[in-house]
């Protein structure tokens, strides 16, 4: 009888092909990385945020797993935020064993199937990245290397642990604010994941300069629009003829603030410019203003200002 290979997850796993590859399923055969998620972790989300398109971001907390996730149409990556504690992962006759705790990240590459041994209670962030995204940001970042990801486990990066674990306090129950975040958080991962995490590391050139005036007006008018299709992130960069990878580093380079960061801003000072000026209640400052509840928009006003909507009104007043 053949023996497991036990592997270190600290030494580089081999790439997993996206498509055609031993082992993995033809695509027509995969599960959506959200229900296969729901029915190995068996609970539901503490929030999830799905795009139409494919791809989203969920956190998620659940109890001991010993299960296999079947293969899935998106990659997946997780940033752990739980208890330390050792695990297996278990692909085909290999073994890996590691330890989980914060800075570290999972990579199940779509397509791909194992069997996981966690003993204690999970608290995760994860993403659903769709290949075409991989692919695209890849293209608009004029790297030719391979978009192959590697199997990770339990494996050292803090900058995509911290940029994913971002994702579940930034949600706010705002529509076009999460959308934004949520598509630019997506290219700036996969960005991250493409330097990182392939067979052949990406080097990227560093953008230089910003939007012309002209272009940055057009972007701002766009961003104080009440349309919440003139806000996406897709329609800001067509608008200013630039790809999404190049939008975002140049809009930063204009102003300051990436393009959710500076729509954010603007909200808060709407919200402000209402709380103070008129009798409107909150919950009326609430839906003009594009949040899905009273609570999500007090929450969101609070955690940048530190107040409750009706103290800092009382106080402003």
Known sequence: MSKSILRDPSQEDSPVKSEARQGAQPT????????????????????????????GIAHWKHEP?????????????????????????R??????????????????PAGSSSRWDI??????????????TLDRVAREADTATSVDLLERTAHPDPITSRLLLSAADVLEGNRALDRL???QLTDLLATRILAAHTGSPNTFRPT?????????????????????????????AADAGL??????????????????????????????????????SIVSVAAALGYASQTAFAAAFRRLTGETPSNWRRRAR
């Open 243 to 280: 790809s999404r990878f190049h939008f975002c580093r140049a809009f930063k380079e204009s102003t300051g603030l990436s393009p959710h960061a500076w729509l954010r801003q603007h909200r808060l000072e709407q919200a402000m410019n209402m709380l103070r000026d008129t009798d409107a």
């Open 65 to 89: 797993l010993h299960d296999v996730v079947q293969p899935m149409t998106d990659h997946v990556i997780m940033a752990y935020n739980g208890l330390i504690q050792r695990m297996e992962r």
């Open 181 to 183: 975040f949520r598509h």
């Open 119 to 132: 003993p204690k209670p999970v608290d995760v962030v994860q993403l659903y990245l769709p290949h075409t």
């Open 28 to 55: 027509a055969d995969r599960y959506s990385a959200d229900a296969e998620m729901a029915r190995v972790l068996n609970t539901a989300p503490l929030r999830m945020a799905l795009d139409p398109s494919g791809g």
């Open 91 to 108: 692909s085909g006759r290999s073994v890996t064993i590691g330890t989980f705790r914060p800075g570290v990240v999972i990579i199940i």
């Open 208 to 236: 230089l300069g910003g939007l012309s005036p002209k272009v940055l007006l057009r972007a701002i008018e766009r961003l104080r629009s009440d349309s919440d299709a003139d806000v996406s992130l897709a329609a800001l």
